[in-house]
């Protein structure tokens, strides 16, 4: 449980990643999803379904050679949905084809060209959108046709051609989406250096933007468009509006960096100034705060220097940082903090006896600093990234001897039983864990210091003191989040069955996993499953089961209520939604979703209407949120209809055949893709993976290449079909393959990379539930509860 740490504090940990006998592992998919803007038409994202899309996708049908239009079209629709662009665009041909309605050949042929558009094909696409608007000038939809030249022009850099189809669509569609089109049309003004007409653009976009989240981003541009024009006074107005709200010190940091800049550019140096010594003094650990502060030192302004030292630290210039802190001691007489800061320095800089010099000054000299009990940590820290883990555990217990009341002595012990555990020392290891909760019972890590007693026993075989160390922690702990392992191992190491079977009743992963041990299951339990169900199955009977707990009737659950369709957000959301544009509608539906999220009523509608336009987080996120508003209180007391709301099937039809052709269970690709995106094809997370499966860019060229995938790109992880195809045969290929078959490895390999899950599995001896407890990654380890509690779920609902 310690690991983690112990990878900052010792070099050995990092070159544990790359562990691997036959191939240099590709970057760890990642999970966490976070929803990322898009700004073309062309960028990578999940494409909608069309309005004849079907609500819920299931194994794909067999086709008639000659579809009837009505069916070409749901064909059509799928294909567009799945990224399978080329035969989006021969399905919708076959509609134009054949014997269809004019309805259906004006859609038909709009949406061949929004295909032929994400397909890679923009002067195809030009030429098509071009002829739909003069073959149907008074039709409704021009105005989308309009809004796709205007995103096909601006990925061509065809900035004027852009301006104008934006402004043909705000003729038709006036100010429902006018933020975003005023912002292209200004960040076209920008490219073409009309900064005037770009400040026009931005100003009449924050008019309409007010509701959304894209106000600071907005006042941004404004601030740039009137710097460009010699106007630093109104820039430094719009850097101050920002100020005003924002909350996040990263960006406050670079806000008051640009604000700063700004008055200085425009002569104001003296007011530019005060805004860079600001930042120095309030955000030091920010990369904006070094470039002010060489530019305060270039222009001989003062600057405190122990706050110049902290800000050359941060920015990793050490030798500068060092400087200033040793003019800060010359200059003070309470100067106890600047050597540690000193030490910290020489650290950083990797001179580890120089270091170790400075931190032994403050504990020796300066027992009157704030920093003196971290010192004594870093000390240790620098002992151990210097090889010497011995001297580094004598220099924390010593502390802790010494200084049994300091605040950093529960953290000494738990940090010098860390480096035990590393280097092998177990019984050293458990005596410290047992220290540690002994003598600080309150202590954050006092509940886990009992835990990792009990694992490092079991290491050795001692499982009477493991079981003592977990019996305590059940005992003395009841609401720790390690409550439910210290059971489990109890009842796993004693072999004591009732406690087991008390366990098992929990729908979490330790209830799970004692399920398991009962029942002899190595690995996973596979149970067969049924994916052919009927999306609404047993909708009447949930719907009547709400309505009698909401006092009204099921007809008005069917139906989203006035107040809703009527809201800003919805219809905003929807728009963008239509025109393809689904980061922006997905942001506007959440926003919604936040506004309704204690009325029962409307999340029920909203889960449905989510299903059916294909907006599959949102439903799940307000079904879930539906059953904890109802008498249910929980998906599993819910009706069957509405528990398959929250694990749904989606994309079926693309999952059971690569499953099938990896010989990998469904129901496994199921829960994986909830916990990675929640069945949201167009987010991306923080670490830029992507798609359904969450590829990140270097594994997807990695398996591209695998696969010999013609003509790859990095938009095509945003293509349901591809991402599945990747992400089930990387689950095979550096999981299952790589890692013995072994599901769990295979899962923490998919998360936290191959090499790490191999190490992990190398530590554990072939004992599943050590090697889960070895995981050293916080987010891998959650993400393996998650997978496993998703598993149960999708085979309770699905299973034959």
Known sequence: MKALFLALVTLIALAACSISPNFTPTPALTNTPVAAATSALTATATVPPRPTATSTPLPTPTFTPTPQPEQAMVEAAGALRDGEFSAAIQKYQAVLDGSSTPDQVEQARLDQAYATARSGDPQVAIKLLTQFIDQHPESARVADAWFYLGEIHFDRAAWQDSIAAYQNYLEQRDDLIADYVDER?????????????????????????????????????LALAYRQQGNSAAAVAQYDAILSFAQQPRYRAQILLAAGQTLIDAGE?????????????????????YQALLALVNASVPVYEFQRGLVDYYARQYDAAIAAFERFIAAN???????????????GAGNINAALKAFDETIAQHPEAPRWGDAWIEKANTQAVGGDVAGAVTTLTTFVQQNPKAPQAPTALWNAAGMLEDSGDFKRAIELNL????????????????FDAGLDAFRI???????????????????????????????????????LSQLATSNTY????????????????????????????GRAEAEQWL?????????????LPEVVLTDARFKRGSEFWRLGKLSEGKAEFLALHEAYIDDAAVMYALAIYYRDIGLYYPSIAAATRLVRLSPAGSVENAPLFLQRLAYPIYYAHLILPEAQAHNIDPMIIFSLMRAESLFDGAVTSSAAAGGLMQIIPPTGEQIARDLGWANYQQSDLYRPFISVKFGVYYLRRYGLDFLDGDMYAAWAAYNGGPGNAQRWQAA????????????????????IDRLRENLAWYQRLYGQ
Do not use: C, M
């Open 461 to 499: 075989n001692e499982h009477e003191t493991a079981l003592e160390a977990w019996r305590t922690l059940s005992n003395t702990y009841p609401l720790s989040e390690l409550h439910a392992a210290s059971l489990l191992w109890q009842g796993k190491v004693a072999n004591d069955r009732a406690l």
């Open 435 to 450: 220290q540690l909760q002994t003598d600080y019972p309150n202590d954050v890590n006092a509940s886990e210091a009992l």
């Open 510 to 537: 330790y209830g799970l996993r004692a399920g398991d041990i009962l029942s002899d299951t190595a690995g996973l339990p596979f149970v067969p499953g049924n994916f052919a169900v009927d999306p609404d199955e």
């Open 185 to 221: 049309i200004g960040d076209a003004d920008t490219q073409l250096n009309d900064h005037a007409n770009a400040a026009k653009s931005y100003a009449a976009a924050l008019t309409q933007a007010v509701a959304t989240s894209n106000v600071a981003n907005l006042h941004e541009k």
């Open 764 to 783: 554990s001896n072939g004992d599943t539930d050590l090697f889960v407890e070895n995981i050293s990654l916080g987010e891998t380890r959650l993400y």
């Open 269 to 289: 140096t003296e007011d530019g100034f005060e805004r860079f010594t600001e930042l120095v003094n309030t955000y030091p650990d920010r990369n904006e705060a």
């Open 547 to 559: 309505a009698n707990a909401l006092q009204t009737t099921p007809e008005a659950l069917r139906t």
């Open 333 to 347: 007489a309470d100067h106890g903090n600047a050597h540690y800061y000193i030490g910290l320095s020489y650290k």
